[in-house]
């Protein structure tokens, strides 16, 4: 089994402040949905799972858990936390 690569989008509850970072992360997952979930682009039906996909994208939203805030020191957002193999590999502001 191949390991998934998770992609969080840390938020804030003021849509003002994350509404960019979450309309880029829609559109990324639009994409990869179509790359990884072999979408027929006329009927827009993916003959793979959710499960059966190598990537997972989440939306973690700051204002109901200071976990990763605390966890990794984040001072603003919208941030994106890119982890693979249970690892960290990849953090950005938007």
């Not at 027929?40 to 997972?56: G, I, N, S, V």
Request: with cysteine; proline share 3%.
């Amino acid at each position: 089994k191949t390991q998934a690569v998770l992609v969080v989008c840390v938020s804030a509850a003021s849509p003002l402040a994350s509404s960019r970072a979450l309309s880029l992360a829609e559109d990324a997952h639009g994409v990869l949905w179509e790359r990884f979930g072999d979408m027929d682009l006329t009927t827009r039906k993916c003959a793979r799972k959710a499960e059966q996909l190598p990537y997972r994208m989440v939306q973690f939203d700051i204002a109901e858990s200071r976990l990763l805030a605390e966890r990794y020191n984040l001072r603003s957002v919208p941030m994106f936390l890119i982890y693979y193999g249970g690892r960290l590999g990849y953090a950005s502001h938007t």
